[in-house]
């Protein structure tokens, strides 16, 4: 198993550009979400998804929209670059949407917006 | 809402010293908690979770963590550092109905030999 993938690594944009923030993973989960990490400020979540079809707000949604098309794929999109929207953005998937599943994270990918 | 509160941003530690790290959360009902390491550039991992029963949970890598609900507390505690722990260490609590984590702000360990 591959477990939770995330492309690209590294990416840099321009305010105003868009861009999606892929995510998958081999594991059959039903759960899946989109974190950002910034400095000082832990992980916040983004958005979320209890299956395909299916997603919702997290507590920072502004700027960012996703769609869940299979149980494997859960791509972040960004619309139109803002300089704020420059972080870490983690993916991670569990089996249930149950608070006491562990999630498991991707890799990140560092996004920078000039 | 819930909360989570590491009040220690940076923690320095001797390599072979005892090691507690602090969390606090806020939630109305029972929780679930998790600690989560994060190794620098690197994904986070699952340290060790706490939902019911004994409230001294063992998890990976020699780390135990105490729920203590008077307290509203689930510390992290190694008994013998390791170089290899220097990490930044995430304390979370997830909702009952769903997976919604929210994480505290982290706590940065740095182990000197």
């Known amino acids: 198993n591959a477990g939770v993938t995330q492309t690209p690594k590294f990416q840099v944009l321009k305010t105003g550009q868009s861009m999606t923030l892929q995510c998958a993973q081999d594991m059959n989960h039903e759960y899946m979400s989109w974190y950002r990490q910034d400095p000082g400020m832990g992980l916040r979540l983004i958005h979320y998804?209890?299956?395909?079809?299916?997603?919702d707000q997290g507590e920072v949604p502004n700027g960012y929209n996703v769609s869940r098309s299979t149980t494997e794929d859960f791509p972040l999109r960004l619309l139109s670059a803002a300089p704020s929207q420059t972080s870490v953005y983690f993916c991670?998937?569990?089996?249930?949407?149950?608070?006491?599943?562990?999630?498991?994270f991707g890799p990140g990918t560092r996004l920078t917006v000039l | 809402a819930q909360s989570v509160t590491q009040p220690d941003i940076h923690i320095t530690v001797s390599e072979g010293a005892s090691l507690e790290l602090r969390c606090n959360y806020s939630?109305?009902?029972?929780?679930?908690l998790f600690w989560y390491v994060q190794s620098p550039g690197q994904g986070l991992q699952l340290l060790l979770k706490y939902f019911s029963g004994d409230t001294l949970v063992q998890g990976i890598k020699g780390f135990e963590a105490e729920f203590k609900r008077s307290q509203s507390s689930f510390n992290l505690r190694k008994p013998s550092v390791h170089w290899s722990d220097a990490a930044e260490y995430f304390c979370?609590?997830?909702?009952?109905?769903?997976?919604?984590?929210?994480f505290g702000t982290g706590t940065q360990l740095k182990v000197e030999l």
């Open positions: 998804s209890v299956g395909a079809g299916i997603t």
């Open positions: 991670a998937s569990s089996y249930e949407a149950l608070g006491y599943n562990e999630q498991f």
């Open positions: 979370a609590v997830a909702s009952g109905g769903g997976n919604k984590l929210t």
């Open positions: 939630y109305g009902a029972t929780p679930y």
